[in-house]
């Protein structure tokens, strides 16, 4: 029988040598998210989308029907570059090159790394004419201050942004506290029905 | 202000919401992709919370208390438009619905914010962004299944066909109409329908869907004056299960 656990039924048949085909799945965006007004946006995971719009949609969902945030931006992960890691001491920066860069300038956005296992929050923007370059630049504007472990540059015009009227998305979030687990007193409920029952 | 026209309103309202929001919480668990089964579930979650809100509203005015009138009418006493209580049936109905009846409400909830009833119109103000989210939600999904495969063109458009006579029967008339325009509590249902054919022209215009002619088509009414279908029965055996067995039950 065949099995219809698709870890199982993704591995090549034995006697089959044609070409692998390609996974009938969604890409990956990169989800990030603001939880004040003010703070950096934090990256907080990735969403499958068809496309950036959709991206956009089921990311909010996903990733802010809980905790209180303000804004969030969505952008394919094949629009992010990312620098190789480091560990310890040294900085990532150590390890990127200055290139000369092309005249055709664009603004990017740079995002640091700065403890291992956490996630990439938003150092700031700079205008280059490429990720290799913005890497270049990142590297010129904060090489020197504290040790990052990975750096990731996104052009700005690849990011479905919150537009202004788009702000008020959140404005009822703070209310919903009762899709937080720790809204639902169950211990306290269960001992109330425990000592009810004993009497 | 007459508050028979007002707590007619307001009735049909949070009766289109609850039944709405009820409906579109079975799909909790079976959506077709984990960050659209969330995104579905929390509309429908948001549909039930502004129902609350109206029923608070009757509460205040001096009807019964949310949890009675949602659990406890008949089904002849309920206002919602029949559209509302059909079946899910396959998610490509579920979407048009929600699509035709998102934007109606998006619409509706956007007059009701220069209600002469403050209550309505501050209420509406504070449940924009939801709102605002639903619509877009729904729009980019009819704007991409609209323009995807032959498969989902022909499910939405098949979907669509069978959604808009009873999309048309939302802007039933109140037999209060003209005291609600009159009194400014809200601009009415044929200027509610107005807006609201020119907003689904402007997205399904995006897709390859076809809009038949809404003027051959025989709006499917009733449901505000409590003709149902025999689906709303069924869901409010469901939906006040828990209860009729234990009315004091909290979870």
Redesign the interface.
Known sequence: MKSLDPRVARLPQVADTKAKTALDQFGTFEVFVQAKEGKPFQHEGC?????L??A???????FT?RFTCVSLYVVDTQDVSASPTTEGNQNVYSLIDDVKDGPDKKWYEVYHLTKRGKQHVHAGSLEAGSPGGAFSKAKSLWGADKVIYNVWVAERGKIRFTTP??Q?????LPE?KF?DASDYKGGE?LKNFLDAKSK | MNNDALKELLYKMADDLLILGHRNSEWTGLGPLLEEDIAFSSMAQDKIGQSYALYQILHDLGEQAPDTIAFTRNASQFHNCQLVELPNQEYDFSLVRHFLFDTADFLRWELLTQSSYEPLALLAKKIKGELRYHTLHANTWVKQLGSATTESIARLQHSLEQALPYALGIFEESPFEKEIISTRLFAGEEELKKQWLQKINEVLIQTQLRVPDISTLTPITGGRSGHHSEHLTLLLNEMGEVFRIDPTAEW
Request: glycine share 0%; proline share 4%; no cysteine.
């Open positions: 969403v499958h989308a068809p496309n719009e959709m956009y949609i089921l990311a909010k969902e996903a029907r009227e788009e008020d998305l959140w404005n009822t919903k899709r409920k």
